[in-house]
């Protein structure tokens, strides 16, 4: 715990570490720093001279995403959650065209967003007479349930919701995702959606528990559902798209469904399904995006079309984009089977069949989906006019490495970090 100017909580900023946002914050590193590391020949290429900008932006981005991590107050919460727009709607407009579009769709999206955020904030304020997550905590256990409070929660949630990119509310972020620089999106899509959903988890949890959160239980079912169409309609979306980042920017909104059907599960199996995929499909993304930046490097595009012969061209990249659609369709030994393990179990024990149905369907989807992609690079010669350029493999390649590690110590990684804080 930190102590920002030495005032104590509730009257200070308070940054706290626990077992949770521990795994988080070694998230946001890590990923970060392998991303920065793969994508220096990309930043050259694109930015030129303008470089310093890109990586001031680049470190204020992280700034924010680890103050979303760490801060123990709802306010500097919003705050910080502002740095992370706002470095990501200029990163992502950095680059002309549609890029400048999208990153406006964002802003609008991001705005309406935050200020849903901001009003279920003032309701709570009102209320209680504090901002600090644990004093919140503590107010809220002992009072009885009003519908100022109720709408606190309703707003609160839909501003994330907004934020994570579940459907509907989604539009924002495949645009977002796609048509961003590519360094930008090899930073952006792991780590800013997957730092909302830690914080939606936070803001549930940790301020307004699992007594209040029982009161909602007629929520449960339309939620969950809600979930499922975002699983269904993200991987359909994914499977109808044709070139490489705008299909990994579909699936992650399958992804968000995942998570947010888990959480609303109220149930140990669905908490640490869901948990444990925020964690595990950052580093699945990195590994998407990485290998879609280096075959667009060599190929000069990652269309679909263009990746005949990627297998004998470009085989480390090939061998990492197989390892993270293992993890995808929910294959062993990856982390995304065991996340999926969890959140069928939940699903089942709560009764909650179609979400079960909308999981298994997402796995065949993302099976057929990462077939259109490896059936030309094993079974179609490479084309003659590739770039003789020499990719960034390594950090690819840790990061499939790690993908298969997570799922091999997955025991480790929940017993040690998700049980010790479950509300269950």
């Known amino acids: ?13 308070v940054y706290e570490v626990d077992s949770l946002n521990a795994l988080f914050i070694i998230l946001v590193q890590f990923v970060s720093l392998l991303s920065l590391i793969h994508s220096r020949h990309a930043v050259n290429t694109s930015y030129g001279e303008n470089s310093g900008s890109f990586y001031a932006l680049y470190l204020l981005l992280v700034t924010g995403l680890s103050g979303m991590t760490l801060t123990g107050d709802a306010f500097n919460l919003y705050v910080m959650i502002e740095i992370v727009a706002l470095s990501n709607y200029a990163l992502i407009a950095s680059q002309r065209d549609r890029a400048t579009f999208a990153s406006f769709n964002y802003l609008i999206a991001g705005s309406v967003a935050a200020g849903l955020y901001l009003i279920g904030l003032g309701y709570l304020y009102v209320k209680t007479g504090t901002l600090n997550m644990a004093d919140l905590r503590t107010h809220l256990s002992t009072m009885q349930h009003s519908p100022a409070l109720m709408v606190a929660l309703a707003a609160l949630i ?26 930008v999106s090899s930073i952006t899509a792991p780590l800013t959606t997957k730092v909302s959903l830690y914080v939606l988890v936070r803001i549930l949890f940790w301020v307004f528990g699992t007594d209040f959160l029982a009161s909602t239980d007629s929520w449960s079912f339309l939620i969950v559902t809600l979930a499922s169409v975002a699983i269904v309609v993200g991987s359909v979306l994914a499977l109808r798209a044709s070139e490489l980042k705008r299909i990994f920017s579909y699936i992650i909104i399958a992804e968000v469904g995942y998570v947010i059907g888990g959480l609303w599960l109220f149930n140990k199996a669905g908490f640490t399904g869901a948990v444990f995929h925020i964690f595990s499909d950052g580093i699945v993304t990195l590994c998407l995006f990485m290998a879609a930046l280096n075959i667009k490097e060599v190929y000069g595009g990652s269309h679909l079309s263009a990746l005949s012969g990627m297998c004998t061209r470009m085989p480390w990249t090939a061998s990492t984009l197989i390892v993270a659609g293992f993890a995808l369709v929910g294959i062993p030994p990856t982390g995304g089977f065991v996340s999926k393990w969890f959140l069928l179990n939940g699903a089942i024990a709560a009764g909650m069949w179609h979400f079960a149905a909308a999981l298994l369907f997402a796995g065949v989807i993302n099976l057929i989906i990462f077939y259109r ?20 493999r390594i950090p690819v390649l840790i990061a499939a490495v790690i993908i298969i590690l997570l799922g091999l110590n997955s025991g480790n990684v929940i017993e040690s970090f998700i049980y010790p804080i479950t509300p269950y």
């Open 1 to 13: 715990s930190y102590q920002m100017g030495g005032w104590p909580a509730p009257i200070g900023i």
């Open 373 to 392: 992609i490896i059936e030309p690079a094993f079974f179609e010669p490479p084309p003659t006019s590739t770039n003789n350029i020499k990719t960034t």
């Open 158 to 183: 839909s501003g994330l919701f907004i934020k994570v990119g579940l459907f509907p509310f989604h539009s924002w972020l495949p645009p977002a995702y796609s048509y961003a620089p590519d360094p």
